[in-house]
């Protein structure tokens, strides 16, 4: 996927929480394939069962950045 210069991309870091992805993104996977996913959540606390999506387990373990 190429991103022109045009497009603005956002991601929104939320306290406590994954990081918000806004639009329609192309993911590359740690075993180097691709994914399309639109609006994802991506964990950052490193809990998730399913990386790098967040799966809610950042509660579960309290947290906290
Ligand atoms: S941020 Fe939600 S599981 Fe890691």
Redesign the pocket.
């Known amino acids: 996927m190429n991103m022109n210069n045009d497009s603005v991309w956002r991601i929104k870091v939320v306290p406590n ?2 990081l918000l992805v806004e639009g329609k993104v192309e993911l590359t996977l740690a075993d180097g394939t691709t994914q399309m996913a639109e609006n994802p959540h991506l ?6 069962k399913n990386k790098p999506f ?5 509660a579960k373990i309290g ?1 906290k950045d």
Request: hydrophobic share 20%; aromatic share 8%.
């Open positions: 929480a994954p964990c950052r606390c490193g809990a998730s967040c799966d809610g387990s950042h947290f």
